[in-house]
C-alpha cells in the first residue's frame, strides 16, 4: 500500500499535466477602418471645410462692402432728420436698409443649415462643438439690423467669421 502510495504521489509530480485551470487569452482586435472608409472620411470633411471656407469668403465679401454701405445708411438718416433729404433719397435708403437685413437674413439661414449639416453628419460632428453659435451670431446680427443698428450688427458679423475660422483650424 505504500508502495502505491509512493508511485502515485512520484507520477504526479512528474506528470506534465496541470491540474490548474488554463484560460485561453483572446487579443481584443478593433478593426481597422478600410482605406475606401477612410478616404470617404477625408471627402466628407473636406467637403464640411469648403463650406466653411465658402461661408468666410461670403461673409467677408458683404462686411467689406457693409462697411460702406452703413457709412451712406447713416449719412442719409442724418440729412433726413435734419430734413435735408429729398423722399427720394429717404425711399432708397429705406430700399438699402431692407436689402442689407435681408442679405443678413439669408446669412442666418445658411449657417443655421451648415450648422444642421455638421450635427447630423457623422464624420463632422467632432467640429459641429466649434460650429455652434455661429447661426446665433447671425441671427443677433439680423436682430441688431432690424433695430437700425447697423454698426453693432457688422460687429456680430465679424464675431461669426471669427468662429468660422476656428472650425476651418481645427478641420486642417
Excluded: C, H, W
Aim: aromatic share 6%; hydrophobic share 45%; charged share 20%.
Amino acid at each position: 500500500m505504500k508502495r502505491i502510495i509512493l508511485v502515485l504521489l512520484t507520477t504526479l509530480l512528474l506528470s506534465p499535466v496541470s491540474l490548474a485551470q488554463r484560460r485561453t487569452r483572446s487579443t481584443s482586435t478593433t478593426p481597422k477602418p478600410s482605406a475606401a472608409e477612410t478616404q470617404r472620411v477625408a471627402q466628407v470633411r473636406t467637403a464640411g471645410a469648403t463650406r466653411v471656407a465658402e461661408q468666410i469668403k461670403l461673409l467677408s465679401k458683404f462686411i467689406y462692402f457693409f462697411g460702406g454701405v452703413i457709412s451712406s445708411i447713416a449719412a442719409v438718416d442724418e440729412a433726413v432728420r435734419r430734413n435735408e433729404a429729398s423722399p427720394e433719397l429717404a425711399q432708397q435708403n429705406q430700399q438699402a436698409k431692407t436689402r442689407v437685413k435681408g442679405n443678413i437674413i439669408g446669412f442666418r439661414e445658411a449657417l443655421d443649415k451648415l450648422e444642421i449639416d455638421f450635427r447630423a453628419t457623422p464624420e463632422l460632428q467632432p467640429y459641429y462643438i466649434k460650429l455652434a453659435g455661429v447661426a446665433s451670431g447671425a441671427a443677433t446680427a439680423e436682430q441688431q439690423a432690424g433695430n437700425n443698428q447697423f454698426d453693432a450688427a457688422g460687429r456680430s458679423l465679424l464675431g461669426v467669421v471669427n468662429r468660422l475660422t476656428d472650425v476651418l483650424l481645427v478641420m486642417r
